[in-house]
């Protein structure tokens, strides 16, 4: 089956030649029109059809948008936020970035939509600090938005103000996690918060209720105020609305970012027809389809995934629908996106190494588990490619992150466990093998990791 | 199924026991009650919960629900609630109990999770137990025996850290042993509020330190070194000094101010090495001040009293209190008794002087109250004269009046049961013209001065009871013997008594307090041995128009004063 062609929705002007960041052109390509038709409606209507929509959040976990702005606590009285999260440090995800370098109004404008459905008076786009590029192009943006009454007071003409601001962070992967990055923003170390009780919707940033959202999930939001919810629920497949921007990196022909109809496109499409297929003379061994902490595909593994009309059916990794629900069935995750691929040039062991050596790089270091496992996790997989392999470390390790997984505070347990429970669960024979096929490197070459 | 709950108590059940407790109690706490463990290191019950150590992960499970009815299924097999235990462990420490939460502790999965939680500790954990002061009194090394695998699998480098870090005057760290349970961070924030510590880097490389150009030296150090689960702090003055296997903890009461904070005493073969808190929820929490610590070096002091004297000469007990007896029985004496006795030599100096019919007065001590456990009132036990009637108003800082009295020849002799005269605001000139009988633990020009000494003993070396600013009766017992040959201070004064003809008093607690029970209305009904560790508070109504000189502390407000003493 040939592939489908992409639907551009939040990527329309993305490296569209002439395109720029600036206000004067977003407007000429109906910038902020939706924004002012949203702020003709009632606040509660937009949530609603926010809900109908189905989004659910491009970060990595997939929740849906609709059930977290449900979960706000608004009779406390106090002020509700809104946080952007734009952190985005999920190795193998560069959707944000384009969004930022090159769009950054449709950001601007979809965080605005959410903040007058939400009646969010102070909302912050938290940046990682690896982006200070992009934080100057969102300071520009903003003061165009707010120069032009966009943002701020009075928005619009309207009694609603509000105000949004540019945070950078220092660069931490953690910051990355809701309740982190909310610490980070109050001015402390990104310790992501016990939950519970410190959940966002209730008790976030400065212990207000706080609504913590990707920027492509907010862009998203401007799309549904323009559509109209249900209309925004047919994009896609049910329960996997909308379009989802696929980063594609690694051994295939044509990496980059396609944006395609959620759920539309199988991971053989797009691998082999959208983006060229395989290195030539190499043949696809692995992938990650959903950021690095998501587990690794097998190329050759079969996966019994129920259909919706309730049969099972058996699958490849190349028949795979690229959605949140059949990545889940098959084990690992949509998450961010990103999709890494790994052909037979990769070792297996190597490939691990590299990924616990960020795992344990980033790790807070707040709780117990995540902390010391994620660097012992390194220490033995640096210590089989640098020469030491034994042949029981594929089990030591995948054991560790048993050990890891479920046990922490945040989802980074899981974000470092899972790649090596898999690698050493579907790629067992190389890690126990590696000892013996392990070839000495050269004397004068320098330890990466 | 389950006895009914009281409006504010929840019923869960741990380990197959239904338990009632009150309403936010967490599980660590409700398990506590049933005598089950749920081993941690980072929850401490007086500071906040973080949750970081993972130690206390536990099963945890909710009743279903029949979602028409709201009513809780039933397994029909055993007719109670059936369970839906939530697919994750989940921590203890966060938990408050919900009515019908269900919590186990000793399932294969929560086995498994202490033994990842110890084994990932020990990782880059030195392990140089011998050499290492919390060794006895270590939860990291208790945890490890009892929850831990017993061998390791780690065979790669440890990391590096700083060893021997001065954090302050009285505090080391040693950050290798550190497992970054943050609960000194949290005790400087939260108790003391001087937040001087934090952590630097990040991973397993997170480092304990202070922050640039500060140090760790309030007064409450060395709290951080007591709830420290493992030897990364330890205490300047006790470091290196004596395992702690060895040592004998007995119960005691800081003397160094009315706050009366609850403290154990450290001892080996009649030798203190330290103190430390001990826990009372409504005095001191479980900290103390580091000013309260050290005061167990006054027993062995260079200037420590151990001889009984008159004019000097060394001479036998028996002939040094008749000597007293006949100056005192002279007439025209004076007693000035002190804030630092215990209620029950008050009560005996209180016969003395009404036996000599002499006016009796206390020295105050007044400083500065820190808020939180040193209060200002500098004297452990003014309340205990107030009670027993020794006095009937608060003590001057200066014995003025009784310096009038020796000049113009009113009072010929004083006896002075641990008071310095001198630091009193008597001059020299003015002892001179008295005889004094120095009752007293170290020399000074009091005695230098007296015409009679008798040694006494120090707070570590007797059992009394002290009266706190909350009129807290609280009792200490004794923990290393006194110097050899001196009588204990209520025989010394008993004798005293009867020699002055003031009636014979039995010098063992239990006759005393059978005496102080009847004669001292506040007291009635208690004796030493039934007093509970914590204390009893005393109807302070007699006393609450006077002027009391503490602020408001920890768990202490002060009643409203009467005006004039606040102008």
Redesign the interface.
Do not use: D, N, V
């Given at each position: 089956m040939p592939a489908p062609v992409q639907r551009r929705l939040i990527f329309a002007h993305i490296d569209e030649p002439g395109y720029t960041p600036d206000l004067a052109c977003y407007r000429r390509h109906g910038g902020y029109e939706v924004m002012k038709r949203a702020f003709a409606r009632p606040p509660a209507e937009l949530i609603d059809e926010v809900k109908k929509s189905g989004l659910r959040g491009r970060g990595g976990a997939g929740f849906s948008c609709g059930l977290k702005w449900t979960l706000v606590d608004r009779k406390s009285g106090k002020p509700i936020y809104l946080v952007v999260n734009a952190d985005e440090s999920e190795p193998g995800t560069f959707k944000d970035r384009y969004i930022i370098h090159q769009d950054p109004h449709q950001l601007i404008e979809g965080a605005m939509i959410t903040c007058w459905a939400n009646n969010v008076q102070q909302a912050y786009i938290y940046i990682r600090g690896e982006f200070p590029h992009g934080a100057r192009i969102l300071e520009k943006a903003i003061a165009e938005a707010r120069a032009a009454n966009l943002v701020g007071k009075n928005i619009l003409g309207t009694a609603y103000s509000c105000d949004l601001f540019v945070h950078r962070g220092a660069g931490?992967y953690i910051c990355g996690e809701e309740t982190g990055l909310i610490e980070s923003l109050e001015g402390k170390?990104p310790?992501p918060r016990?939950k519970?009780?410190y959940f966002p919707a209730v008790l976030g940033l400065y212990q207000c209720p706080t609504i913590v959202n990707n920027v492509e999930t907010l862009c998203h939001v401007k799309h549904i105020a323009d559509l109209g919810g249900d209309a925004y629920a047919r994009i896609g497949t049910p329960n996997n609305t909308g379009t989802r921007i696929y980063c594609v990196s690694g051994h295939v022909q044509r990496p980059g970012y396609y944006e395609f109809e959620c759920g539309k496109i199988t991971m053989g499409q797009l691998l082999h027809e959208v983006c060229g297929g395989p290195l030539p003379g190499r043949k696809f061994k692995a992938v990650i389809p959903g950021g690095s902490s998501a587990k690794v595909l097998r190329f050759g593994e079969k996966f019994n995934i129920k259909q919706k009309d309730g049969s099972m059916s058996e699958l490849g990794v190349e028949d795979l629908p690229l959605d949140f629900d059949t990545l889940a069935a098959a084990g690992t995750m949509g998450g961010s996106g990103g999709i890494i691929v790994m052909d037979d040039s990769v070792n297996m062991v190597e490939a691990l190494a590299n990924l616990n050596a960020f795992y344990?790089?980033?790790?807070?270091?707040?709780?117990?588990?995540c902390?010391?496992?994620?660097?012992?996790m390194k220490?033995?997989s640096a210590?089989m490619v640098h020469g030491g392999a034994r042949p029981q470390d594929g089990e030591?390790l995948k054991n560790v992150a048993d050990?890891?997984a479920?046990?922490?505070?945040c989802a980074f347990g899981e974000a470092c466990a899972w790649p090596t429970q898999s690698f050493v669960q579907k790629f067992g024979d190389e890690f126990a093998g590696y000892s013996a096929a392990k070839k000495e490197p050269p004397a004068e070459s320098v330890p990466l990791i | 199924m389950s006895a009914p709950a009281k409006p504010d108590l929840v019923t869960v059940n741990i380990d197959g026991r239904d338990l009632a407790v009150p309403k936010g109690t967490n599980v660590i706490e409700a398990a506590r009650q049933l005598g089950i463990e749920i081993p941690h290191y980072c929850y401490h019950p007086k500071l906040s919960v973080v949750g970081n150590c993972r130690m206390c992960l536990v099963e945890m499970g909710l009743p279903a629900v029949d979602p028409a009815t709201r009513q809780p299924l039933l397994n029909p097999a055993t007719g109670r609630p059936r369970v839906n235990w939530m697919p994750r462990p989940q921590i203890g420490c966060a938990t408050n109990a919900m009515p019908g939460l269900h919590i186990r502790t000793n399932t294969p999965l929560v086995r498994e999770c202490r033994e990842g939680v110890t084994e990932f500790l020990l990782l880059n954990h030195p392990l140089d137990c011998p050499i290492c002061d919390q060794a006895g009194e270590c939860r990291l090394q208790e945890f490890s025996t009892s929850y831990g695998r017993g061998y390791s699998r780690f065979v790669e480098q440890k990391n590096v850290k700083p060893k021997q870090t001065r954090l302050g005057p009285r505090v080391m760290l040693d950050d290798e042993r550190c497992i970054l349970c943050s609960r000194c961070v949290r005790f400087c924030q939260e108790v003391v509020h001087d937040d001087v510590l934090g952590f630097t880097d990040r991973g397993s490389y997170s480092t304990l330190t202070c922050y640039p150009g500060r140090q760790l030296e309030n007064n409450y150090s060395l709290n951080t070194v007591d709830i420290c689960p493992v030897g990364a702090l330890t205490s300047t003055d006790f470091r290196f000094k004596m395992r702690v296997w060895f040592l004998k903890a007995t119960p005691g009461i800081d003397p160094e101010s009315s706050v009366g904070a609850n403290t154990e005493v450290w001892s080996r073969e009649g030798v203190i090495y330290r103190i430390t808190p001990r826990r009372n929820d409504e005095v001191n929490d479980t900290w103390m001040a580091d000013s309260g610590r050290t005061l167990y070096q006054q027993v062995h002091a260079a200037d420590r009293l151990a001889g009984y004297t008159i004019d000097g000469q060394a001479t036998a007990p028996d002939m040094a209190l008749k000597a007293a007896a006949d100056l005192l029985g002279s007439g025209r004496a004076a007693v000035v008794g002190s804030g630092g006795n215990s209620v029950e030599e008050q009560f005996l100096a209180k016969k003395i002087s009404a036996a000599l019919s002499a006016p009796a007065m206390l020295v105050s001590r007044v400083g500065q109250g820190d808020g939180l456990l040193v209060s200002a009132d500098r004297n452990p036990n003014v309340r205990g004269a107030l009670v027993t009637g020794l006095i009937s108003a608060l003590p001057a800082p200066q014995l003025a009046a009784l310096g009038a009295d020796i000049d113009t020849g009113k009072v010929k002799i004083i006896l002075t049961l641990g008071e310095d005269l001198t630091a009193a605001g008597l001059t020299s000139a003015q002892l001179a013209k008295v005889a004094i009988v120095y009752l007293g633990t170290h020399r000074n020009a009091t005695s230098a001065a007296a015409r009679v000494v008798i040694p006494t003993l120090t707070v570590f070396e007797k059992n009394g009871m002290f009266i706190n600013q909350q009129f807290r009766l609280q009792k200490f017992a004794r923990a290393v013997p006194g110097p050899h040959g001196v009588a204990d201070d209520l025989v010394t004064l008993s004798r005293l008594l009867a020699a002055l003809g003031g009636g014979t008093i039995v010098p063992d607690l239990h006759s005393l307090w059978a005496v102080l029970a009847v004669e001292v209305k506040p007291l009635a009904g208690i004796s030493y041995a039934s007093l509970s560790a914590t204390g009893r508070v005393l109807d302070a109504s007699p006393w609450a128009g006077l002027p009391f000189v503490e602020g408001e502390s920890l768990h202490f407000k002060p009643a409203a004063q009467p005006a004039a003493a606040t102008a």
């Open positions: 931490a170390r310790y016990i519970p009780p344990a790089h980033e790790s807070c270091g707040q709780c117990t588990p902390r010391e496992g994620s660097l012992w220490k033995i210590r030591l050990q890891i479920g046990r922490t505070i | -």
